[in-house]
């Protein structure tokens, strides 16, 4: 029997359960709403993974400058109402960017097409405990306060386990011996966790699961770049959004570390536990340069950008959705940093239009001249790369096309 029909409360399809509910991707979320929506006792209409389809659909219905994800939202929510889902559920939230706008355009859209669905917007919890009570309560009537803290205490604690196996694996993957072993091994230990159900369970799963990654083959003695990956959270979060840039990075051995994570994004208080600081001492980095909150992600762009920089990282690759305002507010103060803190940073917008074979050309010559900064030669899984003679002066890093003109 499937595991997760052990989940109490979970209903399956066809066996009397009304509430069929989806939500767009967002990396391995959808692990986490698995288990959350079947102990609340609905069904989870998992939408089809991201691809091409899924964004012609959402950038045929969107406007031409929305930005990116809402338009991979739309074709997600599209997506899994043709797949009979009939409650739709969206984060809420407000300024100063037009995150707070996405979940009332989304249901304006769909509603114009002709959907018929109940639509739920999951405001944060700091707006207010009885709106975020209330939400819940309409996807699992008569479920208590007391019942619904439970369910997320366990739900969230699974959330934060596949957030470390990830993490895990972005290390791994750049020592791997055998290229995919560590992609291998994270789909086969997140399908484990995913079966885990008590919190002894989910105990026991976290570490078996993170002993599989653990156990992939590696050449701890390979010279590997580190690179900090920074920027907008959707970007960073959704693989299919960045033509998974993380995996690509793994296989050239580039050690990896991100600012963003699933719990991180979600928790109250957003006290980083995956990424390891506190948005506190985030804000206290980006101070000398920007000390407002921007929207998104902006000012913690910045803030990480010096962090990676005094942590001895060798670049850091910053992402956004094109016409992002917080990131292009962060994108202008960034020549400022690279500067006082001697970092290259590459900067990579991605519209509906962006091709993988470009973005590749980039990363190479972006990690090109990684390598010529450290002078030394990297063995990457693939083979030995030739050693980069031409010499990088300051002027190079703090350069406008940072390093792509190789
Ligand atoms: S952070 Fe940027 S991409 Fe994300 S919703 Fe705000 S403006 Fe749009």
């Not at 997320?152 to 959330?159: A, D, I, N, R």
């Not at 940093?337 to 962006?354: K, R, Y």
């Not at 980039?362 to 450290?374: G, P, S, T």
Request: charged content about 25%.
């Amino acid at each position: 029997m499937n595991a997760l029909a052990r989940i109490p409360g979970r209903r399956r399809a066809g066996a009397g359960g009304d509430i069929k509910v989806s939500a767009p991707h967002m990396g391995n979320m959808h692990l986490l709403l698995e288990d959350l929506f079947g102990r609340l006792g609905c069904e989870y209409v998992k939408p089809p993974p991201s691809s091409i389809k899924t964004l012609q659909i959402g950038a045929k219905h969107s406007p031409e400058f929305a930005c990116l994800p809402l338009k991979i939202n739309i074709g997600n929510f599209i997506q899994a109402l043709d797949r009979g889902a009939n409650t739709l559920t969206m984060a809420g939230g407000h300024g100063p960017c037009r995150f707070g706008y996405y979940g009332i355009v989304e249901e304006r859209i769909l509603r114009d097409l002709g959907y018929q669905f109940d639509f739920l917007m999951l405001e944060p919890f700091s707006d207010g405990a009885r709106a975020f009570y209330r939400t819940f309560a309409a996807l699992s009537p008569g479920l208590s306060i007391r019942k619904l803290w439970k369910i997320l205490k366990m739900s969230f604690s699974k959330g934060r386990s596949f957030d470390h196996l990830r993490k895990r694996a972005l290390q791994v993957r750049a020592y791997e011996v055998n290229r995919g072993d560590t992609t291998k091994a994270l789909k086969a230990a997140e399908e484990l966790l995913a079966g885990a159900v008590s919190p002894e369970e989910i105990e026991a799963a976290s570490a078996e699961a993170m002993g599989m990654l653990d156990g992939v083959r590696q050449d701890r003695e390979r010279d590997v770049l580190k690179v900090g990956i920074v920027g907008e959270f959707y970007l960073l979060l959704e693989p299919f959004s960045n033509y998974d840039l993380e995996e690509i990075l793994g296989h050239e051995g580039v050690y990896l570390e991100r600012t963003v994570w699933v719990t991180d994004w979600i928790a109250p208080r957003r006290d980083n536990k995956i990424y390891g600081f506190p948005k506190k001492l985030i804000e206290e980095k980006a101070a000398p340069f920007l000390n407002h909150n921007v929207g998104g992600e902006g000012r913690e762009t910045v803030g990480s950008t010096v962090l990676f920089a005094e942590r001895g990282f060798d670049g850091v690759i910053q992402l956004l959705p094109f016409g992002c305002m917080p990131e292009n507010i962060a994108t202008s103060i960034i020549p400022r940093v690279q500067q006082q803190h001697d970092i290259p940073v590459l900067t990579l917008a991605f519209d509906e239009q962006t091709g993988r074979a470009g973005l590749v050309t980039r990363l190479e010559a972006f990690l090109d001249l990684l390598m010529a900064r450290r002078g030394s030669r990297l063995v990457s899984a693939t083979g030995s790369r030739e050693k980069i003679t031409q010499a990088v002066t300051p002027e190079c890093a703090a350069c406008a096309a940072r390093g792509g003109c190789k």
